[in-house]
């Protein structure tokens, strides 16, 4: 990992303590409250990197990746925007398409060329003929650039709904 990316890891270790703000979610829209401007910017690439992931196109995501992407994931790490480009955007892709994912919260901070976006997510549905109904958390930390904001570091825990 760049020194770089090294400093906003600490940064955001240490943002969490900031004031946060909750976002709401129902079948049509998202109404963000609380989020400064910047930050609701950089949760808008999230959102994309997102909605590529639900079409389908692991390409699409992995373009707002950093070259220098660190992805963590059930214990396992992918270390740049080409090795989760080779390994994991097409089976995200696959699951993401086919189990749709419903946001229940997000909290975010921006401040300069850097942000954290922390979000809360339930997916429900069916995987290779498995039901699906997954509690999921994430946490992605985004640079600014001159291509607008990337994602730098992304980490996913899920687990069963109960």
């Known amino acids: 990992m760049?020194?770089?990316?090294?400093?906003?890891l600490v940064m955001a270790s240490l943002l969490t303590t900031a004031p946060a703000a909750a976002v709401a979610q129902d079948?049509?829209?998202?109404?963000?409250?609380?989020?400064?401007?910047e930050a609701q910017e950089a949760a808008k690439v999230v959102d994309a990197f997102h909605a590529a992931l639900a079409n389908g196109d692991g390409a699409a995501a992995a373009a707002l990746l950093a070259v220098d992407a660190l992805i963590f994931e059930s214990g396992h790490?992918?270390?740049s925007r080409a090795e989760y480009a080779s390994h994991h955007a097409g089976a995200d892709a696959a699951y993401a398409a086919?189990?749709?994912?419903?946001?229940?919260q997000r909290s975010g901070?921006?401040?300069g060329s850097a942000a954290w976006?922390?979000?809360?997510?339930?997916a429900t549905g069916n995987y290779k003929d498995k039901p699906v109904d997954r509690v999921t958390t994430e946490t992605m930390i985004l640079r600014?650039?001159?291509?607008?904001?990337?994602?730098?570091?992304?980490h996913w825990s899920s687990r069963a709904a109960t």
């Open 77 to 79: 790490a992918e270390r």
């Open 27 to 37: 079948s049509h829209a998202r109404a963000v409250v609380g989020m400064s401007l």
């Open 144 to 154: 600014k650039t001159a291509e607008g904001w990337r994602i730098v570091h992304i």
């Open 109 to 111: 901070f921006a401040e």
């Open 117 to 122: 976006i922390v979000s809360e997510s339930r």
């Open 2 to 8: 760049t020194r770089q990316g090294i400093r906003l």
């Open 98 to 104: 086919a189990v749709p994912s419903k946001l229940t």
